[in-house]
């Protein structure tokens, strides 16, 4: 009795061993993490995220439950919390993420595993801190932040065991805001007006110093780039073209590109206005006053093309008569400088002083 009775203790006290030496298990369920309800996915943290995943691994291991001496087997499972997505702060983007253990049946449970497990979380970032992580109680996740100077978008992360190829989680780019504003939807084209491009941000901790670049297939942009003010704003002059529409690019890290459209019109009232304020010219200068013997036709022809070239140059900023008007556009503007260019001739405008 006494020999069978040791032989019983042993085989116990064996299996009680050999239990406390099991290795946690992990079997992989399917592919691609599933997204779950936050109040469900860690009780007190995961209120606190974004987004909660769950990896698709069941795990099974020996966890001791507080108070108590003896481990037993526990079904359980990781989950990755976004707590933080991508934000763009001092000079990069940066993220927070969490990874925790949770029993399966009991997602309050707060127990040890005996044996902790390992994850390795990765993404094409600059930084992940830490990368791989020993997790042993359930109920408390561990935080992972990550860093990347322009994320692409989606921008995922991965979370895997030691023996795994692992998961995509996606994590949020909140990039800041960039906006370009042009001061008229539509200017005349052919090179004889320009509007004003405001290029303002929202989103950015410090947006001074920031530099943002400007295109346009049509037209022409001074100055570009622009380096943006304390406002977050800036500003640049789109120069007319040819005619048609005109598409506008700003970009520049951190942000998404913006797009704009101004449209170059025909300039059909620009050369009414002129070609009006250079018969006016004409009839008003000394050409009607008997001063010379040219052909009125012919001084006809030399007063709208002494008026075009006067218009044209001033709508391109050459101001040869040092004028500062109060308008800087408009038709009787063009009126105005067409019949001064008229009744002064050509050869005013070219003399030296």
Do not use: C
Request: net charge positive; aromatic share 8%; no cysteine.
């Amino acid at each position: 009795m006494i020999r069978q009775a040791i032989a019983v203790l042993v085989i116990v006290v064996g299996v009680a061993t050999a239990q406390a030496q099991t290795p946690v298990r992990a079997t992989r369920v399917k592919v691609g993490a599933d997204a779950i309800a936050r109040a469900d996915a860690m009780p007190g943290t995961a209120l606190q995220a974004q987004a909660a995943y769950r990896l698709p691994i069941a795990f099974r291991g020996l966890a001791i439950r507080p108070g108590q001496a003896q481990p037993r087997l526990v079904d359980f499972e990781a989950v990755v919390l976004v707590m933080r997505g991508l934000r763009y702060t001092s000079g990069r983007f940066e993220a927070e993420l969490a990874v925790g253990l949770r029993n399966r049946a009991a997602p309050a449970d707060l127990s040890t595993l005996v044996e902790p497990v390992t994850i390795v979380v990765t993404a094409a970032a600059d930084e992940v801190t830490p990368g791989t992580l020993r997790i042993a109680k359930f109920g408390e996740p561990q935080s992972v932040r990550v860093a990347v100077a322009n994320p692409a978008t989606p921008f995922y992360a991965t979370a895997r065991t030691l023996l795994d190829d692992g998961d995509r989680i996606e994590v949020p780019v909140d990039r800041p805001v960039l906006g370009v504003v042009p001061a008229a939807a539509s200017i005349v084209g052919l090179g004889l007006a320009k509007t004003v491009l405001q290029v303002r941000t929202t989103g950015l901790d410090r947006a001074e110093g920031v530099s943002i670049a400007l295109r346009t297939d049509r037209g022409a942009i001074v100055p570009t780039p622009v380096v943006l003010g304390a406002d977050g704003t800036a500003h640049a002059d789109l120069w007319s073209d040819g005619v048609g529409p005109a598409f506008i690019e700003a970009s520049g890290p951190p942000f998404e590109a913006a797009t704009a459209m101004v449209v170059f019109e025909w300039p059909w009232r620009f050369l009414a206005a002129t070609l009006l304020g250079a018969l006016a010219g004409w009839f008003v200068g000394p050409k009607t006053r008997g001063k010379t013997k040219t052909s009125p036709w012919r001084s006809v022809l030399v007063a709208i093309v002494s008026a075009a070239i006067l218009s044209a140059a001033y709508a391109i900023g050459i101001n040869w008569l040092r004028w500062t008007p109060a308008a800087v556009i408009g038709d009787a503007l063009a009126f105005f400088v067409a019949a001064a260019g008229a009744y002064l001739g050509v050869k005013v405008l070219f003399e030296p002083e």
